[in-house]
């Protein structure tokens, strides 16, 4: 599975993205896709995870209500919407994909694909 996250960007305080992760090769199935990000300096940190069939999400505490993952399974495609964003989120967003729930998947070492990331910054 070859991955290849798209979307970043700059964009003012408040504003949206929209994210967008598509596999290649054999493709997405059976596999939880998650996003993680990684500001500059910092530890890359889990946001959220879908599961296959796209009924299950799991998302980190800081980021429920702002995010939200969704799939669409017939391009292979899935996808983080980000909105009211802040500077504190200017990172570099990686999608991966693994096996496991997606309750479970808030670990890297869990997924067996990783993207290439993203940037996204967000100015003041």
């Known amino acids: 599975v070859q991955l290849q996250a798209s979307g970043g960007g700059l964009v003012q305080a408040g504003g949206s993205l929209r994210l967008a992760c598509a596999a290649s090769?054999?493709?997405?199935?059976?596999?939880?896709v998650g996003w993680f990000r990684q500001a500059k300096g910092k530890e890359r940190e889990f946001v959220g995870a879908?599961?296959?069939?796209?009924?299950?999400?799991y998302y980190a505490d800081s980021m429920k209500g702002r995010f939200t993952i969704s799939r669409d399974n017939s391009v292979n495609t899935v996808y983080l919407q980000m909105n009211n964003l802040k500077p504190e989120d200017t990172a570099v967003y990686y999608c991966?994909?693994?096996?496991?729930?997606?309750?479970?998947?808030?670990?890297?070492?869990?997924?067996?694909?990783w993207g290439q990331g993203t940037q996204v910054t967000v100015s003041s």
């Open positions: 991966a994909a693994g096996p496991g729930p997606a309750q479970t998947m808030d670990v890297m070492n869990r997924y067996n694909y």
């Open positions: 090769g054999r493709a997405f199935s059976g596999y939880t």
């Open positions: 879908i599961s296959w069939s796209g009924g299950r999400t």
